[in-house]
Nanobody, 124 residues
Framework: QVQLVESGGGLVQAGGSLRLSCALSGGTFGTLSTGWFRQAPGKEREFVAVISWSSGGTRYADSVKGRFTISREKDKNMVYLEMKSLKTEDTAVYYC?????????????????WGQGTQVTISS
């Protein structure tokens, strides 16, 4: 099973930018897609973005379209989430995940491996 480790979280003022990184290890064989989810205090974890590992095709949650960009570097086993025009409602713990079953999955149950999460806090 692939392991994932997120980094790049921090505190940013509203309107600012951050780039999150996710390092995959333990082998990427069988990985079809990698995605980002987030969980705000007192709320359920929600889908943010997903990218097909092979083709680079993407899908985004409506709440982040036009502001967030997911990308990957296959040769480095890295996944990124570029976040711009950040809002206070973006405050959450962000998790990266990998799916062995779907290319552009969005449901939590479709992902097999999860990182530990990285905190993103947006101040007003």
């Amino acid at each position: 099973q692939v392991q994932l480790v997120e980094s790049g979280g921090g505190l940013v003022q509203a309107g600012g930018s951050l780039r999150l990184s996710c390092a995959l290890s333990g082998g990427t064989f069988g990985t079809l897609s990698t995605g980002w989810f987030r969980q705000a205090p007192g709320k359920e974890r929600e889908f943010v973005a997903v990218i097909s590992w092979s083709s680079g095709g993407t899908r985004y949650a409506d709440s982040v379209k036009g502001r967030f960009t997911i990308s990957r570097e296959k040769d480095k086993n890295m996944v990124y989430l570029e976040m711009k025009s950040l809002k206070t409602e973006d405050t959450a713990v962000y998790y990266c995940a990998a799916s062995r079953r779907y290319y552009l999955s969005y449901a939590e149950t479709d992902f097999d491996s999860w990182g530990q999460g990285t905190q993103v806090t947006i101040s007003s």
